[in-house]
Each structure stands twice: as C-alpha cells, then as structure tokens.
C-alpha cells in the first residue's frame, strides 16, 4: 500500500517528500522494523520513540510517521502528526482493511469480569449463528487459530492484525476486553465499536494511573469517544452496570444510548428469584425483549453480574432471547475462573485469577456461601505493581479465611519478602494468630495466617492440610502458566502444581 493511500486517515497531516512510497509493514518498535516498514515515532513513559528513528532508518524503514519535526529524517518521506499515537491506529485499521468496520465489535472494560464476560458473549454470539473471535487476556482466538497475547490489549499494529487473522479465518464478530492502558495510549483508535461493556471499578493500576480518577477517566473513554457516532456502525449503544458507584458517571458520559444491568429494579436487564449454589446459579432474568427463566454452572454473585453484562450485550445487539438463553446456560467454565481442580480426597480446589480486593473479596464471598468445611486461602500480590493494594487484599483474605496463606505472586524485581511484609500490615489489626508454616497441622487449633514466600510449597502446604469439605482457593494467576522473578520468567502453573500436591497427598 502506498504511504499516501494510508495517509487518507489523517486529513490534518503534514507530508514531507514522496508519498508514493510503498509500505509492507507497520510498526513502533526500531527493533521490529523490516524494510519497507512505516516507523511510528511516540512519545512513550519509558522512552521517546523519536530518539529511535535513526536506528529505525538504518534498520530499512521507508517513511516515518513523528510528532516532533526536529527530529525528521532526511532521504526519506515523513509525516508530522498532533497524535501519533491516534494517527498509528487509524492507520494500522486502513492498512489491515478496517476489519471491524463491517463486523460487529464488543468492547469490555472494568477491573473484574472482562474475561468470563467475553466467554459468555462468544457463546451467545454461537447460540445466534455468529462465530466470534476473542481477544483477551488469556489469548486472541477463533476456533482451531490462536494467537499469543502479549497485553490485553495489543498495540494497534498488533491488534488491527489480529483482527485481520481472525477475519480471514471464519470470525463473524469480535469480542474484545480493552484495557485502561489501551484506552489510555489510544491502542483502539480506529476500532469501530458496536457496543462498549463497562463492568466494574474497583482500585488496580494506581502504580499507572495515580489515583481513581485518572482510572475512570481511561475507562470512560470508550464510552465518551469511541462510541459516538460512526459512518461504519449505524448504531452504537452502552452497556453500564449501575450496581457499580462509578456507573452512574459511566451513564452519563455516553455518547450513544445505554442499556442498563444490575440487581436493582429500575435496570434494563435484571434478575429475579435467583438461588445460588455449589452446582452454580439459577433464576429468571428480566429484559426490554421479555422475561426467560435460566441456570448456570457459574458459580457466585459476581458472576451472575457477568451473566446479566451478556446478556445486555446480547440486548444492545438484537440478539434472540433464545440465542441469549442458550449461551448462558451452554457455557461451563472460564480457564483459572474458578476452575475447578479434580481430585479424589473430597475437597473443593478452585483456581481464580482475583489479584485485585475486590475480585478476591467477591470469589471469597462466593466461597463462603457454598462451603461446608473451613476455607484455605493461598494468595500473594504481584511487584512492581499498585502497592497500596497489599495490606487492603490481606485484610480480605484473613478476615474472610480460616487460614490465609499468604506466599509469592511474580515478584519481578521487588523483595517477595518486603512485598509479604506490606500484605501483612492490613492482617494485623484483625489479631489473628501467626502461626510459623512447620507448626501448622491438619487440626488447625484456631483461625490464622502464615507468611510462605515459596508459591509451590505453599499449594502444598494448604493442600496437605485440607480435610474432606474443606475449600481450598489458589488465588492471583489463575489462568497464567509462568512466575516472574527478578526479570526471570519461569513456567508455573497453580492448577498444575495442585494436582501434584493432591496427587502426594496421602489419603
């Protein structure tokens, strides 16, 4: 494609030298450039890209893309732009063929629930003869085709290609969870979005954002900028979850209509007579489209927050109640969601990915209303990241616990031991027993806690010393199949480890 075909995107652009030039590839990373490549010079938190063009240039680039004209490269086109983060997103949606502008796209954002919400939508969206690609933490898929995730959400090059991949391989629809990071540096930009999901907020990414506001700001973009009116999507509608107190403000800053979900009665989509137990949830749900009795294999109140955002989302997309009901009840489980560890000694295994308070404070809520037996919690909080989450998560997990085990996340370049010390800090006000990890027996004499730095003999210590009814919750990675340590990464996968701790366990 030639660059002034892709520059078609940017009427405000300023254009120096020839743009007839042939571009075969995208990118903003000097390391990654081929020749003939379109280098996109950015601003970055780390590092300014336009300190990277000469390398770029020497690498084979054949136009640069830059917002600082000081910087230009000679013997070779370039464009300066206000945004270039913006401009890269526009572009890469051109260059990849704008994939989502004749497909529908969902987009979802929120601290918690992104991931099973996706997996909700993606059955829906099979119920009502829409095969659709998921792009999200766990991987980009679409059948048989999957692709690495890097983030959440890819920079635009990445994610305009995947779109792209997963078109050209069957996908009818797209669903996507998005970030704050991605709203933040416009990794959207040039998404059309059908309809935008905003699930929750609760405190992460403060190591990022600074404080709760900047948060939601990065969150209400998709709902303020990216759902105004599009020439691509005829319609574009919200989906807010008023039962969150940030929803209200979500609402408010629309730019298209809103359907509503929560447990309140006003809510366009809600649910009535609902039982909840260990074999999942049950009930009736109410919607704009009419009433439909449902059961689930989900398990907890947070997910049945989940279900109600699908089946909003299937509401905002005209889907048949049928299709809607049928996706719902046909889904299982979401990898490292309460996932479910066999084992053959009569205790409950789950496996979850909370790693914020409030998600791990929903999951343990969602045990505590299901248990028979005491409730083992092994949980560690990640470095590098938000730390003012730590004594707030240990607070919750030795409150609501009859042993917490609290042990390493990815420690990546922290102290694991100073990361415990600070988990420990919101236990101690609760004065609860410390017990020492080699004086714990299967008895338990009373409710407690105990500092375990190494993850694996954590498992194995909590395992060992669940009886029969007992609940065991490994709480963090769920899903992740590594740990960091230092900039190490090496392959640890919690579901593995406790199946070979209930495999050692004697019965």
Known sequence: MKLHELLEKLPDSETHGDTTTCISSLTCDSRAVLPGALFFALHGSQAD???YIKNAVAAGAAAVVLEDATFAPTGLPWVRVADGRAAMGNIAAHFNGDPTATKPLIGITGTNGKTTTTYLIEAILAAAGQPAAVLGTISYRFGSKTIGASHTTPESTELQCAFRELSD?????????????????????????????????????????????????????LFSELLKPDSAKATRLAVVNMDDPYGVRVKAAA????????????????????????????????????????????????????????????????????????????????PGRMEKIDNRHGITCLVDYAHTGDALENVLETVREIATGRIITVFGCGGDR????????????????????????????????????????????LSLREYRPDELTESLEEKGFTLLENRHEAIRLAIKLAHPGDIVLLAGKGHEDYQIIGTVKEHFDDREEASAAFAEKIA
């Not at 059961?295 to 049928?322: C, K, M, Q, W």
């Not at 922290?414 to 006000?429: S, Y």
Request: proline letters at 5%; one cysteine or more.
């Open 255 to 334: 730019a298209c209509p809103v359907v509503t979900f929560g447990m309140g009665m006003d809510w366009d989509v809600r649910p009535e007579e609902v039982h909840l137990s260990v074999r999942g949830i049950s009930g009736v749900l109410h919607t704009p489209k009419g009433e439909f009795p449902f059961a689930s294999a989900l398990l907890g109140r947070f997910n049945l927050s989940n279900i109600l955002a699908a089946v909003a989302a299937g509401i905002a997309l005209a889907l048949p109640l049928s299709a809607i009901k049928a996706g719902i009840e046909g889904h299982n489980t979401v």
């Open 169 to 221: 391989a069957g996908a009818e629809a797209f669903v996507m969870e998005v970030s704050s990071h991605a709203l933040e540096q416009k990794r959207v930009d040039g998404c059309h979005f059908d309809v935008g999901i905003f699930s929750n907020l609760t405190r992460d990414h403060l190591d990022y954002h600074g404080d709760m506001e900047q948060y939601l700001a990065a969150k209400i973009r």
């Open 49 to 51: 890209g336009h300190r």
């Open 386 to 429: 938000d730390n003012g989450k730590r004594p707030i998560m240990g607070n919750i997990a030795a409150s609501m616990s009859d042993l917490a085990i609290v042990t390493s996340d990815n420690p990546r370049t922290e102290d694991p031991a100073a990361i415990l010390k600070q988990i420990k800090a919101g236990i101690t006000p």
